[in-house]
């Protein structure tokens, strides 16, 4: 009994770990633009209740039993945020921030009703779209610098080579080569 309760309490610890490392998201955004924040369940359910809320009380948007409901939203929210009802069978219930300000940073949470999950979301305000460098674009000009480096050093390879070639075939004969050749002669 001692080793079931035990490794329960371990099971247990490690499902709210890998819950609190995994569902947890950063979304970056900048001043003016657009984000989606990712909402999923896993049991979907058309009828389901989902809640979405910013630093765990600002009513940001409601989806009760599969209609939107923003009788209740923070005013800030009002005709920015919205969702995707199409994809609420599927159990998609993300919404999309338009016209970001840098109020809207912070923690958003999205709880699922039915299931108790929940999602939170980070969602950081840049100034410009140059302030947000994803890995993916950095990754990209690694590539091409080192693709114009191989260039650079087989261009100088081949112009160094050229360079030799082009120095035996056309070096003047030594006139004491030209001895060497009349003693062989």
């Not at 779209?129 to 890995?135: E, L």
């Not at 650079?152 to 004491?176: D, T």
Request: net charge negative; hydrophobic share 40%; glycine share 4%.
């Amino acid at each position: 009994d001692y080793r079931n309760c035990s490794n329960r309490k371990l099971f247990l610890f490690l499902q709210i770990l890998l819950h609190l490392c995994v569902l947890s998201l950063q979304v970056p955004g900048v001043i003016g633009g657009s984000v989606v924040l990712p909402c999923s369940s896993t049991e979907p359910d058309q009828d389901t209740e989902v809640h979405w809320r910013q630093n765990g009380s600002k009513i940001v948007y409601d989806i009760i039993k599969g209609k939107d409901s923003v009788e209740q939203q923070e005013p800030r929210y009002k005709n920015r945020a919205e969702t995707f009802p199409e994809e609420y069978k599927r159990g998609n219930f993300s919404i999309k921030l338009n016209d970001l300000q840098h109020t809207d940073a912070g923690k958003y949470t999205c709880l699922i009703a039915h299931s108790s999950e929940h999602k939170t979301v980070e969602l950081i305000i840049n100034e410009t779209q140059t302030d947000v460098v994803t890995s993916s674009s950095l990754l990209w000009v690694y590539i091409i610098v080192a693709v114009l480096i191989l260039i650079m050093l087989i261009a100088g390879f081949i112009i160094g080579y050229r360079k030799k070639i082009q120095a035996a075939l056309f070096s003047p004969v030594m006139p004491e080569d030209k001895e060497q050749t009349e003693i062989n002669v």
